[in-house]
T-cell receptor, first 115, second 112 residues
Protein backbone atom coordinates (compact mmCIF):
# COMPACT_ATOMS: atom_id res chain seq x y z
CA UNK A 1 0.00 0.00 0.00
CA UNK A 2 1.42 3.39 -0.99
CA UNK A 3 2.03 5.82 1.84
CA UNK A 4 1.38 9.53 2.13
CA UNK A 5 3.21 11.32 -0.68
CA UNK A 6 4.58 14.84 -0.33
CA UNK A 7 6.48 17.20 -2.59
CA UNK A 8 8.80 18.93 -2.81
CA UNK A 9 11.02 17.31 -0.18
CA UNK A 10 13.22 20.37 0.20
CA UNK A 11 12.72 24.04 -0.56
CA UNK A 12 14.82 27.13 0.13
CA UNK A 13 13.21 30.53 -0.42
CA UNK A 14 13.86 34.11 0.55
CA UNK A 15 11.63 35.85 3.06
CA UNK A 16 8.53 37.45 1.56
CA UNK A 17 8.49 34.88 -1.25
CA UNK A 18 5.76 32.29 -1.60
CA UNK A 19 5.89 28.49 -1.51
CA UNK A 20 3.42 25.66 -2.00
CA UNK A 21 3.51 22.09 -0.76
CA UNK A 22 1.50 19.23 -2.16
CA UNK A 23 0.21 16.13 -0.44
CA UNK A 24 -1.50 12.98 -1.67
CA UNK A 25 -2.92 10.90 1.20
CA UNK A 26 -3.29 7.17 1.38
CA UNK A 27 -6.07 6.01 -0.92
CA UNK A 28 -9.42 5.96 0.80
CA UNK A 29 -8.38 8.11 3.75
CA UNK A 30 -11.02 10.72 4.44
CA UNK A 31 -9.09 12.75 7.00
CA UNK A 32 -6.04 14.80 6.03
CA UNK A 33 -3.79 16.82 8.30
CA UNK A 34 -1.01 19.36 7.87
CA UNK A 35 1.45 19.66 10.76
CA UNK A 36 4.35 22.08 11.24
CA UNK A 37 7.47 20.74 12.97
CA UNK A 38 10.02 23.32 14.01
CA UNK A 39 13.50 21.97 14.74
CA UNK A 40 13.68 20.57 18.26
CA UNK A 41 9.92 20.65 18.80
CA UNK A 42 7.05 18.25 18.37
CA UNK A 43 4.70 18.62 15.40
CA UNK A 44 1.89 21.14 15.72
CA UNK A 45 -1.41 20.79 13.86
CA UNK A 46 -2.03 23.55 11.35
CA UNK A 47 -5.20 22.33 9.66
CA UNK A 48 -7.36 19.21 9.50
CA UNK A 49 -9.73 18.26 6.68
CA UNK A 50 -12.53 15.75 6.70
CA UNK A 51 -13.07 14.96 3.01
CA UNK A 52 -12.89 18.47 1.51
CA UNK A 53 -14.21 20.35 4.55
CA UNK A 54 -12.09 22.03 7.24
CA UNK A 55 -12.73 20.71 10.77
CA UNK A 56 -9.89 22.49 12.60
CA UNK A 57 -7.72 25.39 11.48
CA UNK A 58 -7.43 27.12 14.83
CA UNK A 59 -3.61 27.22 14.73
CA UNK A 60 -3.21 28.17 11.08
CA UNK A 61 -1.76 31.70 10.64
CA UNK A 62 -4.44 32.71 8.20
CA UNK A 63 -2.80 36.00 7.25
CA UNK A 64 -0.07 34.07 5.42
CA UNK A 65 -1.00 30.38 5.31
CA UNK A 66 -3.75 28.81 3.25
CA UNK A 67 -4.70 25.24 2.45
CA UNK A 68 -7.21 23.51 0.28
CA UNK A 69 -8.31 20.00 -0.43
CA UNK A 70 -10.25 19.99 -3.63
CA UNK A 71 -12.34 16.90 -4.40
CA UNK A 72 -11.49 15.45 -1.01
CA UNK A 73 -8.24 13.80 -2.15
CA UNK A 74 -4.94 15.64 -2.46
CA UNK A 75 -4.16 18.90 -0.75
CA UNK A 76 -1.99 21.99 -1.12
CA UNK A 77 -0.54 24.14 1.65
CA UNK A 78 0.62 27.62 0.65
CA UNK A 79 2.66 30.21 2.50
CA UNK A 80 2.67 33.78 1.23
CA UNK A 81 4.62 35.82 2.18
CA UNK A 82 7.08 33.60 4.03
CA UNK A 83 8.83 34.71 7.21
CA UNK A 84 12.08 33.45 8.72
CA UNK A 85 10.14 31.73 11.52
CA UNK A 86 8.31 29.59 8.95
CA UNK A 87 11.47 27.50 8.52
CA UNK A 88 10.27 24.04 9.52
CA UNK A 89 9.27 20.63 8.24
CA UNK A 90 5.70 20.53 6.95
CA UNK A 91 4.20 17.11 7.54
CA UNK A 92 1.13 15.83 5.79
CA UNK A 93 -0.76 12.95 7.37
CA UNK A 94 -3.94 11.00 6.79
CA UNK A 95 -6.26 8.60 8.55
CA UNK A 96 -9.12 6.47 7.36
CA UNK A 97 -11.72 7.97 9.66
CA UNK A 98 -11.99 10.43 12.48
CA UNK A 99 -12.26 9.35 16.08
CA UNK A 100 -9.73 9.21 18.89
CA UNK A 101 -7.39 6.25 18.64
CA UNK A 102 -7.43 5.78 14.89
CA UNK A 103 -3.95 5.50 13.43
CA UNK A 104 -2.63 8.57 11.62
CA UNK A 105 -0.04 7.95 8.91
CA UNK A 106 2.59 10.57 8.12
CA UNK A 107 4.47 11.44 4.97
CA UNK A 108 8.22 12.09 4.94
CA UNK A 109 7.72 15.84 5.14
CA UNK A 110 8.65 18.91 3.14
CA UNK A 111 11.65 20.77 4.58
CA UNK A 112 11.39 24.55 4.23
CA UNK A 113 14.25 26.95 4.84
CA UNK A 114 13.48 30.66 4.66
CA UNK A 115 16.56 32.89 4.32
CA UNK B 1 -5.65 22.64 27.36
CA UNK B 2 -4.35 19.20 26.56
CA UNK B 3 -0.58 18.73 26.65
CA UNK B 4 2.19 16.12 26.66
CA UNK B 5 5.48 16.34 28.54
CA UNK B 6 8.45 14.10 27.73
CA UNK B 7 11.81 13.72 29.36
CA UNK B 8 14.46 15.83 27.72
CA UNK B 9 17.15 14.22 25.64
CA UNK B 10 19.43 13.23 24.33
CA UNK B 11 19.41 9.83 25.95
CA UNK B 12 22.65 8.00 25.27
CA UNK B 13 22.87 4.26 25.90
CA UNK B 14 25.11 1.36 25.10
CA UNK B 15 23.76 -1.49 23.01
CA UNK B 16 21.69 -4.00 25.06
CA UNK B 17 20.97 -1.46 27.81
CA UNK B 18 17.47 -0.96 29.24
CA UNK B 19 15.54 2.02 27.94
CA UNK B 20 12.91 4.17 29.64
CA UNK B 21 11.56 7.40 28.16
CA UNK B 22 9.11 9.13 30.45
CA UNK B 23 5.89 10.67 29.17
CA UNK B 24 3.11 12.32 31.14
CA UNK B 25 -0.01 14.00 29.85
CA UNK B 26 -2.68 16.49 30.82
CA UNK B 27 -6.11 16.01 29.33
CA UNK B 28 -9.73 15.91 30.34
CA UNK B 29 -11.63 12.74 29.74
CA UNK B 30 -10.02 9.64 28.30
CA UNK B 31 -7.47 10.32 25.58
CA UNK B 32 -5.79 7.75 23.40
CA UNK B 33 -2.01 7.64 23.77
CA UNK B 34 0.66 7.02 21.16
CA UNK B 35 4.39 6.70 20.67
CA UNK B 36 5.73 7.74 17.28
CA UNK B 37 9.33 7.29 16.11
CA UNK B 38 11.27 9.39 13.60
CA UNK B 39 14.40 7.79 12.16
CA UNK B 40 16.99 10.09 10.57
CA UNK B 41 15.73 11.47 7.26
CA UNK B 42 12.38 9.71 7.53
CA UNK B 43 8.83 10.60 8.45
CA UNK B 44 6.99 9.83 11.67
CA UNK B 45 5.98 6.22 12.13
CA UNK B 46 3.54 4.89 14.67
CA UNK B 47 5.40 2.69 17.14
CA UNK B 48 2.58 1.70 19.47
CA UNK B 49 -0.65 2.96 20.96
CA UNK B 50 -3.13 2.39 23.79
CA UNK B 51 -6.70 3.56 23.75
CA UNK B 52 -7.88 2.97 27.32
CA UNK B 53 -6.57 2.83 30.86
CA UNK B 54 -4.35 -0.16 31.74
CA UNK B 55 -3.92 -1.09 28.07
CA UNK B 56 -0.38 -2.03 27.09
CA UNK B 57 0.84 -1.18 23.62
CA UNK B 58 3.79 -3.13 22.23
CA UNK B 59 5.80 -3.35 19.03
CA UNK B 60 9.37 -4.26 18.04
CA UNK B 61 10.27 -5.01 21.67
CA UNK B 62 8.99 -1.63 22.89
CA UNK B 63 6.19 -1.43 25.44
CA UNK B 64 4.15 1.28 27.13
CA UNK B 65 1.27 1.01 29.60
CA UNK B 66 -1.54 3.57 29.85
CA UNK B 67 -1.59 4.61 33.53
CA UNK B 68 -4.54 6.88 34.22
CA UNK B 69 -3.79 7.23 37.94
CA UNK B 70 -0.39 8.75 37.17
CA UNK B 71 -1.36 10.19 33.74
CA UNK B 72 1.68 8.49 32.24
CA UNK B 73 2.64 6.43 29.21
CA UNK B 74 6.33 5.63 29.66
CA UNK B 75 8.16 3.87 26.82
CA UNK B 76 10.39 0.91 27.70
CA UNK B 77 12.60 -1.59 25.93
CA UNK B 78 14.61 -4.29 27.59
CA UNK B 79 17.60 -4.31 25.26
CA UNK B 80 18.21 -1.49 22.78
CA UNK B 81 20.06 -1.81 19.50
CA UNK B 82 22.02 0.70 17.47
CA UNK B 83 19.17 0.66 14.95
CA UNK B 84 16.83 2.09 17.63
CA UNK B 85 18.64 5.42 17.44
CA UNK B 86 15.93 7.93 16.54
CA UNK B 87 13.68 10.63 17.98
CA UNK B 88 10.69 9.35 19.94
CA UNK B 89 7.49 11.37 20.30
CA UNK B 90 4.72 10.78 22.81
CA UNK B 91 1.29 12.01 21.71
CA UNK B 92 -2.35 11.99 22.69
CA UNK B 93 -5.63 12.37 20.86
CA UNK B 94 -9.01 13.08 22.34
CA UNK B 95 -12.45 13.63 20.97
CA UNK B 96 -14.06 12.92 17.67
CA UNK B 97 -11.64 14.79 15.45
CA UNK B 98 -8.61 12.63 16.32
CA UNK B 99 -6.23 15.59 16.59
CA UNK B 100 -2.77 14.50 17.75
CA UNK B 101 -0.98 16.62 20.35
CA UNK B 102 2.72 15.84 20.56
CA UNK B 103 5.42 16.17 23.16
CA UNK B 104 8.71 17.82 22.22
CA UNK B 105 10.42 14.52 21.40
CA UNK B 106 13.33 12.65 22.98
CA UNK B 107 16.41 11.81 20.95
CA UNK B 108 17.90 8.38 21.63
CA UNK B 109 21.46 7.53 20.62
CA UNK B 110 22.61 3.93 21.03
CA UNK B 111 26.31 3.15 20.77
CA UNK B 112 27.87 -0.26 20.04
Amino acid sequence: EAGVAQSPRYKIIEKRQSVAFWCNPISGHATLYWYQQILGQGPKLLIQFQNNGVVDDSQLPKDRFSAERLKGVDSTLKIQPAKLEDSAVYLCASSMIQGSGNTIYFGEGSWLTVV
Amino acid sequence: GDSVTQMEGPVTLSEEAFLTINCTYTATGYPSLFWYVQYPGEGLQLLLKATKADDKGSNKGFEATYRKETTSFHLEKGSVQVSDSAVYFCALSRGGYNKLIFGAGTRLAVHP
